[in-house]
């Protein structure tokens, strides 16, 4: 039973780890409107993939993309259950994380057995014959990988174990960290080795990660061609309704706190949680449950402003993300939209398409795309002058 704050009264007595635990409970997702519409793209596109063999799920950094791989997985994994009883071998998705290397760059040997262990749990009574040197199985069938084995006959296995499993996608978390300290001619050999494994296996590939991977494609036109983009965005302040949604995340976490006393995040704090978390949920929930940790550790009744304020990212740090966040997006919608060039090149004629300027894009594409353009003249987290004032009215407040 829980009461009117949303959550079980017995919470209050029980030990401070239990209380932190409830709160930031990960199996328990935030399903909001940004991570929603996200999930249902990249959902319908690793079902159809319509020809891309590669999907790029980029968004800033904090922005939630690990929850959104863990939704993906729990969401495929169940749908497939009767399939998979009716055949062991087969795996619907194989989910991974791409490491950053210590120094130098990349270690496709270390990634290619990532990969291979990843895909050789589930059913290991369906043995798969890798036939490769330093590769073999223990007594009990578990897949044994010595020292011995080299970065070409890990990744011979790793395309034999992935055509033998033929899953819906291959999952790769961190997908940036593939070209992390390469030079264009080296993060030009790292697409190779990606679209190759693609080609031999017929599996796609998704990729969650950062603005970083445009550098990617920008580097790589054919793998451009083949590749779908599903940009997960940040919240952000010149939406209204991306404000509204904002409000009602944070109304919801502040609700979830065991504490006698609800803080008010919504009503006075939620221009400093949008300051500190640039709009991401990530980032946000991550800083509250540091905020909420600290608040309890002091028995507090409620979480005050300087909880907030002593677990909270520097501005410094804060002025950082967002700029790396607005020149991605900025990046993105330059590459999504037709542009002059683009128009001069296919011959189109000037005075034809003037009165045409926008064509293709609908009302909300042009205020984004203005959007993207004011902002460019003001500095990060400076309000817009004209917008009235949001919050809860005196009439709504209990």
């Given at each position: 039973m829980t009461n009117e704050y949303g959550f079980p009264p017995s919470l209050l007595e029980a030990p401070l780890e239990q209380r932190l635990l409830y709160f930031k409970n990960p199996n328990v997702a935030i399903m909001h409107q940004k991570l929603k519409i996200a999930f249902n793209k990249v959902f319908r596109t690793i079902h159809e993939p319509a020809g891309a063999s590669i999907i790029l799920v980029i968004g800033p950094s904090g922005v939630g993309k690990s929850t959104l791989l863990s939704l993906l997985e729990k969401k495929i994994l169940l749908e497939s259950i009767q399939q998979m009883s009716a055949d062991p071998g087969w795996v619907p998705i194989v989910r991974v994380e791409a490491l950053a290397p210590g120094k130098g760059t990349f270690r496709w040997k270390n990634f290619y057995k990532t990969i291979l262990l990843a895909v050789d749990e589930p059913g290991i009574e369906q043995k798969i014959d890798y036939e490769s040197d330093g590769i073999s199985r223990n007594h009990q069938g578990r897949l044994m990988i010595g020292l011995k084995a080299t970065e070409d006959s890990l990744r011979f296995s790793m395309e034999k174990a992935l055509i033998h499993r033929h899953p819906y996608t291959l999952a790769v978390d961190e997908f940036q960290h593939i070209g992390k300290m390469a030079g264009a001619e080296l993060l030009q050999a790292h697409m190779d080795c990606v679209k190759s494994a693609v080609n031999l296996t017929k599996v796609p590939w998704t990729g969650f990660g950062t603005y970083q991977l445009l550098n990617f494609l920008e580097l790589s036109p054919q793998l451009s061609r083949r590749t779908k983009i599903i940009h997960f965005p940040r919240y952000s302040l010149d939406c209204d309704k991306d404000i509204n949604e904002f409000l009602r995340v944070l109304e919801h976490l502040q609700l979830k706190m065991p504490l006698v006393q609800t803080p008010p995040l919504r009503?006075?704090?939620?221009?400093?949680?949008?300051?500190?978390?640039?709009?991401?949920?990530?980032?946000?929930?991550?800083?509250?449950?540091?905020?909420?940790?600290?608040?309890?550790?002091?028995?507090?009744?409620?979480?005050?402003?300087?909880?907030?304020?002593?677990t909270a990212k520097s501005a410094r740090e804060c002025e950082q993300m967002a700029s790396e966040a607005i020149q991605g997006e900025e990046k993105l919608i330059d590459n999504k939209y037709i542009n002059k060039n683009l128009r001069a090149i296919l011959g189109f004629d000037n005075s034809q398409t003037k009165m045409h300027k926008h064509d293709g894009l609908n009302s909300?594409?042009?205020?984004?795309?203005?959007?993207?353009?004011?902002?460019?003249?003001?500095?990060?987290?400076?309000?817009?002058?004209?917008?009235?004032k949001v919050g809860i009215r005196e009439s709504e407040k209990s």
């Amino acid at each position: 039973m829980t009461n009117e704050y949303g959550f079980p009264p017995s919470l209050l007595e029980a030990p401070l780890e239990q209380r932190l635990l409830y709160f930031k409970n990960p199996n328990v997702a935030i399903m909001h409107q940004k991570l929603k519409i996200a999930f249902n793209k990249v959902f319908r596109t690793i079902h159809e993939p319509a020809g891309a063999s590669i999907i790029l799920v980029i968004g800033p950094s904090g922005v939630g993309k690990s929850t959104l791989l863990s939704l993906l997985e729990k969401k495929i994994l169940l749908e497939s259950i009767q399939q998979m009883s009716a055949d062991p071998g087969w795996v619907p998705i194989v989910r991974v994380e791409a490491l950053a290397p210590g120094k130098g760059t990349f270690r496709w040997k270390n990634f290619y057995k990532t990969i291979l262990l990843a895909v050789d749990e589930p059913g290991i009574e369906q043995k798969i014959d890798y036939e490769s040197d330093g590769i073999s199985r223990n007594h009990q069938g578990r897949l044994m990988i010595g020292l011995k084995a080299t970065e070409d006959s890990l990744r011979f296995s790793m395309e034999k174990a992935l055509i033998h499993r033929h899953p819906y996608t291959l999952a790769v978390d961190e997908f940036q960290h593939i070209g992390k300290m390469a030079g264009a001619e080296l993060l030009q050999a790292h697409m190779d080795c990606v679209k190759s494994a693609v080609n031999l296996t017929k599996v796609p590939w998704t990729g969650f990660g950062t603005y970083q991977l445009l550098n990617f494609l920008e580097l790589s036109p054919q793998l451009s061609r083949r590749t779908k983009i599903i940009h997960f965005p940040r919240y952000s302040l010149d939406c209204d309704k991306d404000i509204n949604e904002f409000l009602r995340v944070l109304e919801h976490l502040q609700l979830k706190m065991p504490l006698v006393q609800t803080p008010p995040l919504r009503q006075k704090y939620w221009e400093f949680c949008y300051e500190r978390s640039i709009g991401n949920i990530g980032t946000l929930i991550g800083w509250l449950t540091d905020a909420y940790d600290l608040c309890i550790s002091e028995n507090a009744t409620t979480l005050t402003f300087e909880h907030l304020q002593e677990t909270a990212k520097s501005a410094r740090e804060c002025e950082q993300m967002a700029s790396e966040a607005i020149q991605g997006e900025e990046k993105l919608i330059d590459n999504k939209y037709i542009n002059k060039n683009l128009r001069a090149i296919l011959g189109f004629d000037n005075s034809q398409t003037k009165m045409h300027k926008h064509d293709g894009l609908n009302s909300d594409d042009n205020q984004q795309v203005n959007n993207y353009k004011s902002r460019q003249k003001r500095k990060p987290f400076q309000r817009n002058p004209k917008r009235d004032k949001v919050g809860i009215r005196e009439s709504e407040k209990s």
